[in-house]
T-cell receptor, first 115, second 111 residues
Framework: NAGVTQTPKFRVLKTGQSMTLLCAQD?????MYWYRQDPGMGLRLIHY???????AKGEVPDGYNVSRLKKQNFLLGLESAAPSQTSVYFC??????????????FGPGTRLTVT | ELKVEQNPLFLSMQEGKNYTIYCNYS?????LYWYRQDPGKSLESLFV?????AVKQEGRLMASLDTKARLSTLHITAAVHDLSATYFC???????????FGKGTKLSVKP
């Protein structure tokens, strides 16, 4: 099993450009999440999904859109990149059933720089 | 609004010493997680604590949870250089398992 994978690993964008980050998981997890990590800020939730075809906003959703067309994939889009979106982006997935821990499994991250 | 505070944010230790990292959270949560992150790497799950009084140990690390005090501790025993990393605690912030993270504790263990 590959676990959670993210594409690309690194990207440099110019202000105003758009891009899509891809997250894929092969653990058949229902729940998927996108976080961003900035120095000294910990991780902050951008958007999440509780199943195929569903998405919801997290703590810092502005400037991002997401889609979950297939259970195994969760896409994060930046329509018009801004320097404030320079960050490391992590995708995670988890499963849920009564009494379980909701443990999240994280991907390797995407380092994005917006100039 | 659920908030998670860790302290200290930076910790420089000598090898062989003991120390504790504290994680306070502001409202009731039924799960608490500890993660480790090495520079430039992803997050590695260390512990999941599900109930009041829960204690888990792995090697030189021991985590505990007091839900009444809304406090978790990560205790380091006889630190070694390999433990140098950033440690995050997180609690579930909603019914979909969303995690609210602390800002992390950057641990540096020096010989």
């Amino acid at each position: 099993n590959a676990g959670v994978t993210q594409t690309p690993k690194f990207r440099v964008l110019k202000t105003g450009q758009s891009m899509t980050l891809l997250c894929a998981q092969d653990m058949n997890h229902e729940y998927m999440y996108w976080y961003r990590q900035d120095p000294g800020m910990g991780l902050r939730l951008i958007h999440y999904s509780v199943g195929e075809g569903t998405t919801a906003k997290g703590e810092v959703p502005d400037g991002y859109n997401v889609s979950r067309l297939k259970k195994q994939n969760f896409l994060l889009g930046l329509e018009s990149a801004a320097p404030s979106q320079t960050s490391v982006y992590f995708c995670a997935s988890s499963y849920w059933s009564p009494g379980t821990s909701y443990e999240q499994y994280f991907g390797p991250g995407t380092r994005l720089t917006v100039t | 609004e659920l908030k998670v505070e860790q302290n200290p944010l930076f910790l420089s230790m000598q090898e062989g010493k003991n120390y504790t990292i504290y994680c306070n959270y502001s409202t009731t949560s039924d799960r608490l997680y500890w993660y480790r992150q090495d520079p430039g790497k992803s997050l590695e799950s260390l512990f999941v604590l599900l109930s009041n009084g829960a204690v888990k140990q792995e090697g030189r690390l021991m985590a505990s949870l007091d839900t009444k005090a809304r406090l978790s501790t990560l205790h380091i025993t006889a630190a070694v250089h390999d433990l140098s990393a950033t440690y995050f605690c997180a609690v579930t912030g909603g019914s979909q398992g969303n995690l609210i993270f602390g800002k992390g504790t950057k641990l540096s263990v020096k010989p």
